[in-house]
Structures are given as C-alpha cells and as structure tokens.
C-alpha cells in the first residue's frame, strides 16, 4: 500500500503494538502531528516539557515491560530530550525516540532547529539512526525497537527530517529483524551453571546480590525459587528491589551507601556472593578492595561488558538472568544433594543474619510533634497494603522510600537509580498510570526535586490521571545538605530553599487537589483522603528539616564503615 | 601499554565517532588509526593504536564489541602478529646529499616516488622501528615532509599442520 512516511510511521507502531505515545509538537514534526490527529488507534499524551515525554515513556517502559515511545520536535525539542535519554541508558530501559530533523538538503547548514542529535546522544544510547531515506523508514523503526527491547535493553533514538516523512513508499511486508552484528547471548552456559551451583552448594555463607537485571529480565520467580530452595539470603540494588519480596525472612533489603547494617555485613563476610543482573556500582561496593573479600564471586548478567568491570568474577555467566536461574533451579532438582540437607547447614549463618538484624534493625528515631518522612513512608506502605506503584524524585526521600516502603512485586519501584535524575518522579507517575490504569501511583517527591518538573501537573490533569504526590518536604536539597552536614562541618552552601511555593496553592492551581499535613497525626488522615479521591492530589508533608539517612557509607569508604544515626 | 585493536565493522556513517568516542569518553588518546573497506561490500577493517591501562583497554575492547556495527574486536597486542606501516618522506637531496639518500633508500628497500632537483620523495614499508630507524638516518640531512597510513596488522595463522 502506498502511504506517506507519517503513515508509516504509525503503521509501524501499531505493528509493534503501541498504544501510548508522549511528546510534544513543533515545525519539524508537525507532518506528523497532523497524521497522529487523522487517527485514534494510538492515543498521544501532550507533555509540557521533552524531558518529561521521554521519563513518561521510560517508566511506562519499565511498568508494563513493553518499549516507551516519545516523540519530540528537532533542535531544543531534542536536545530538552536529551536528559530523559541518558536517565533510561544509564537504566538499561527500553525506549524508542523519535526526533524531527531538518530537511536533509538543510542538514549540516546550522538551519532552524537544527542540532545534531544522533551525534549529541551517541554516548547516551543503545544505537541510534538518521534515517536519510524514505526506504529505510520502515526497517529501522522495526530495527530500533528490536534494539530498544532485547539483550540489555536501552534507549534507541530515530531522527527523522521532515522531507523524508513527507515521501511516498510502499509499505513493505514485516519479515523478522535479522541482524548480523547483534545478537544477544539469552542461554547460559551449562559447565558454568554447574560450577556455580556447586561453588553455591560448597559455600556456608553465600548471599544473592541482585539487581535491576532481575527486574528487566522479568527473572524474579526463577530467582525467588533459587532462594528458597537453599534458603539463601538476598540482598538488592535499588533498582532490584521488588526482584524478591522486601517482607520474606530471607531478605536482607538494599545494601550499598544506604543499605541496611545487615545486608553490608553480609555481603561483607560472605563466602560465596552470587551477583544477577547487578553491576558493582560504586554506590554499592563502596571501597572495593573491601566489597565481599573473601567470596568467590558468580556474576550472571547479559552484558559481558558488566563483567569483572568493577569487582573480579570468579565465575562468569553470560546469559539472560531469567535463563540462568532456570537452569540453576533445574541442576539443583536433578543433582544428588538433598536440598534441605544444603538448606539445614546454612544454620549458623542464618543465626548471625539474625544477630546483626537485631543488634542495627532499619529504624529511626520517632518524635510525637514533628512528622518523620520514614513514619510517612510507612504509613503509604501500610494504607496501600504495599500494592502501590511507588515513583520516585531524587535525594534523601528516594532512599526513605527505597528503605521503608519494603517492595514485594517487581516493577513497582519506579526511580532513576543510574543517572540519579531530580524531576524524574512526576513525569514517571505519568507514564506508569497510563501503564497501569487501575493502580493505585504514588510520586514519592522532594521539594527540590518536584520543582524540576513540576509544569506535569498539567499534564497528568488534561490526562485526567488520579496520581497522588507524597512531597517529603524538608525546604532544603536535603540530599547535598546531608553530605554538607557530615562532611562539610555544616557549610549548607546553597541547599537551603529559601523561597518555596505554596506547594497546596500549586496544586489547585492546576484544578488538581493539595493536602497538608505538619503533625504526624494529621499523616493517616491526609494519606487516606488522598486515597479516596480520583484525582490527582498533593500531599504537601512538612517533616522534620534535618533529619538526615542512615545508615550510610561514606563514598569512598569500606561498606562495613558505616554511620549508624 | 600500548595496544594494537583490530575491529571489523560495518562501513555506515557515524561508525567511525562511536568507536572513537568510546576513547575519548575515558580521556584515552588514539596514536594511530587506519580503516578501509576490506574482501566484503560495506565491511571495513580498523586497525588502532592505543596506549593505556591494561584494564581498561579490556573494557574498551569489550565495550567495542557490544557497538551494534560491530562485526569482530581483537586486541592484537598479545598475539604473534606482522604489523606494517608505510610513510612518505620528502627529504632535501642536494648535490652533495643526493647519492646518501638513494643509499639509505636502497639499504631499506624504499622507493623513489617523485624527483625533483633538489628532493627525492620515497615509499617505505615496514614495522614501527624499522620507520623509526630510517626517519633517524633521514633527519640530519632534512626531511621536509612526511605523511604515514597508520599502522595496519594481522595475526600470523597457526603453524601447526
Ligand atoms: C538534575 C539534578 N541536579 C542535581 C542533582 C544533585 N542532587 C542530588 S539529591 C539533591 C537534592 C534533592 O533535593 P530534594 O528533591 O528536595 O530531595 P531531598 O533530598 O530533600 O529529599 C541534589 C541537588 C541531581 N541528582 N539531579
Ligand atoms: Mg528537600
């Protein structure tokens, strides 16, 4: 069938099942702007900012598992992009950008709005293409979201100027990408899921590290039935946590900077540490002659990059971490050991896990007249029955919410962990509502933070969506100000927010519903409010100003270093 | 230490900037890098020279792998293999000179590519130090100026029957 570029373009969404796209119009787009009126198959959420169209289709991404779409307009519209393409990269979350572009004759001329995009996000994408001809359209979109979607996944970007969508093709019959350079290793390799099941079998302290790789890898039944088979303890990453559930007894919670006593001490005297789909980030191995000293240490992970990157690896898996586990879950069915016999001898570490939960429990100190962000996390948990999909800005609340809100199902802690992006949070509750239109979506925000993108109270109301916002209000850039406080003998060097919206007043500003609570007895009520409206509200909590996370390891220092209060 | 990377990839445009941004991204200096369209239609052979930490010319090597236009990476350092690279020196040939240099010239089996009557241009072939060694010969009686192809290399096949 003959169409034009515009249309094909569509054809080729629909091809790939997309339902929602996020974007934002302009001169180079507007071809396709008026192609996405003349239908109704695709429905388009009009953003207010290109930052937030590309965190909208990234955590739409990582909700529903399916690749985001965002489309954006050349120049400032691609550039504004730019920061949502690096937070999905340093994520690994499969997206598919598309960005208008100057006539090819004009490119290369400094025309109107133009910028070299493909060049900008070389270093932030997973591959990305300047489609030059009109014949190329079609394969590259069903290449890109191939890319987007399989092996590690990433952000694709596809830039695409305005006279080669406005050209005729014949809409080419869809036939399976086939790729040369790129195929990505899903099966493991048998020799080495035996020796890392018998290095498992021969260790008395090991400990499962796992990390966003679980989650994308869709891995965590495979995973949690490995844990319980032998009874290992399992400790996550930020982004794996909800990968096993945060209230079983075998879970250890997030280690790293700000990761529990237990899961640092653990990690620490390990005797066989089994990393899945975890990238020894320097957030969480702190020192790393001191991370997990004496441990033989697994790594599976579909990046063979990721491997002996940071940490050296015993014994490598390159493999899809859901493959990997299955096939260590099916060797351990098979082999000849008596799997409680295993379980039994894990006793004595089991034992000590205990001690050291006991001895330095997750907690804080609690006061009766001013409201703790910890207490209000633990409220959301338990007024959501910790069924909610929780967002997150970045700072000190994303860890209150990491630490606190103890995640039992993958894919409902929705948080920049990588590029560690303020303004994220919102923008992200956007998407994942449109992912998930019956759950219940909580922006867990700072007062930074919500600043930064705070014009999607627009968007999230012409969308009619009932996201709730629960701002962790401190009046400072409570993250820096901690580091300030410990390690900069109180210099609070442009943290403090002297001048801040009436954040209640901002939210009905935009039709939309605001709430205040300033005692902790005032947080029950206004949480459950806020529940019971369809709509989206802001609950502004005005929470101890100073209070600081802990436990934390300082950067740079051994995990086992760790300030306590 | 230096390492020499040879990278099969597929000719598109920009393939070029995302093998080399992968360098300068950690600060790494390229020393010498040659690439040309090799047997297949739309495959290019790279040949590179770099110098840096042992770890993380692995970690460029592996990371270059992962490039989606990337068909093969090998790291040829280690292996046993023949490197070649050809210059050519325009060197001042005067009257009382111009005999010295057509010996040095003969001594290494370069060529005479262009004469004129007061410079003899030559072609030559070979390894780093063999270059190194004519370039040294060369300089007290002038070069003027000298372009080289950057060095190329291929490992040396198996031995054994
Ligand atoms: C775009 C961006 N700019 C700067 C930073 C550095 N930064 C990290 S946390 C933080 C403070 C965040 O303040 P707020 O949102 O109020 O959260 P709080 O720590 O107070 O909970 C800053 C400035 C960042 N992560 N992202
Ligand atoms: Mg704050």
Redesign the pocket.
Known sequence: MKMTGTQAFMQCLEEENVQTIFGFPGGAVIDLYDTIFQQDKIHHVLVRHEQAAVHAADAYARVSGQVGVALVTSGPGATNAV?GIATAYLDSIPIVVFSGQVPTALIGNDAFQEVDIVGITRPCTKHNYLVKDIKDLVPTIREAFHVARTGRPGPVLIDLPKDVMAAIIDFPAKTPVKMRTYRPTYAPHPGQIEKACKAILAGKRPVLYIGGGVILGNAHEQLTEFAYKLGIPVTMTLMGLGGFPGTDSLSLGMLGMHGTYFANMAVAKSDVLIAVGARFDDRVTGRVDAFAPDATIIHIDIDPTSISKNVEVDIPIVAGCKEAMEQMNKWLDASSFDLETEKAKLGPWHDQIKEWKTKYPLGYVEETDVIKPQFVIQKLHELTQGEAIITT??????MWAAQFYHFNHPRTLITSGGL????YGLPAAIGAQMAAPGRTVIDV??????Q?NIQELATAMQERLPVKIAL?N?N??????QWQELFYDKRYSATP?EIQPDFVKVAEAYGAVGLRATKPSEVEPVIKEALATNTLVLMDFVISREEGVFPMVPAGKATTDMLLV | MKHTISVLLQNKPGVLSRVTGLFSGRGFNIESLSVAEVLEPGVSCLTLVTSGDDGIVEQITKQLHKLIDVIKVTDITETDNVEREMVLIRVKAEATTRAEVLRIADIFRARVVDVSPRSYALEITGTRAKIKAVCELLKPIGIQEMVRTGIIAMTRASKKL
């Open positions: 920061t800005e970045v700072g000190q609340h994303q560690g992006t303020m303004g925000a700072g007062d930074g933070s919500l930064m962790l401190n400072y850039l409570g993250m820096v100000r927010m």
